[in-house]
C-alpha cells in the first residue's frame, strides 16, 4: 500500500489560484497511476485529473480543462494540482488516490489508495 497525504487546500476568492500537493509514501510512484478526486457538499466524489507516472501522460475533466494542471516530482515522489481561474463551483474537499492499474481511469472504484482531503472554498 502507498501513503498519500494532502496538502495546499485553502479558502481563495474566484479567479485566483491554488497548488495542491499528494505526497507519497510507503511505495514510490513509479509504478502507480495517480489521479486527483472531488467531493462537494451532498454531492458523489467525481474525477478531476490523473497522470501515468511512466510517460506522464494526462487526463483533465472537461469542467477543469485548460483551468487545472497535473503534475509530478519524480525525486519527491509527489504529485501536484494546479488549480487557476478557480470558480465558486471548483469548492469541494479535494482527494489524492493512486492505483496500479485503474478501469476506466475516472472511476472512483477503480483506486485502492486514497489520502485524507484537503479543503478547497472558492469565494464569489
Known amino acids: 500500500q502507498v501513503q498519500l497525504v494532502e496538502s495546499g487546500g485553502g479558502l481563495v476568492q474566484a479567479a485566483g489560484s491554488l497548488r495542491l500537493s499528494c505526497a507519497a509514501s510507503?511505495?514510490?510512484?513509479?509504478?502507480?497511476?495517480t489521479g486527483w478526486f472531488r467531493q462537494a457538499p451532498g454531492k458523489e466524489r467525481e474525477f478531476v485529473a490523473v497522470?501515468?507516472?511512466?510517460?506522464?501522460?494526462?487526463f483533465y475533466a472537461d469542467s477543469v480543462k485548460g483551468r487545472f494542471t497535473i503534475s509530478r516530482d519524480n525525486a519527491k515522489n509527489t504529485v501536484y494540482l494546479q488549480m487557476n481561474s478557480l470558480k465558486p463551483e471548483d469548492t469541494a474537499v479535494y482527494y489524492c488516490?493512486?492505483?496500479?492499474?485503474?478501469?476506466?481511469?475516472?472511476?472512483?472504484?477503480?483506486?485502492?489508495?486514497w489520502g485524507q482531503g484537503t479543503q478547497v472554498t472558492v469565494s464569489s
Open positions: 488516490a493512486a492505483a496500479r492499474n485503474p478501469f476506466p481511469i475516472s472511476r472512483v472504484r477503480a483506486y485502492d489508495n
Open positions: 510507503g511505495r514510490t510512484l513509479s509504478t502507480y497511476v
Open positions: 497522470i501515468r507516472w511512466s510517460g506522464g501522460s494526462t
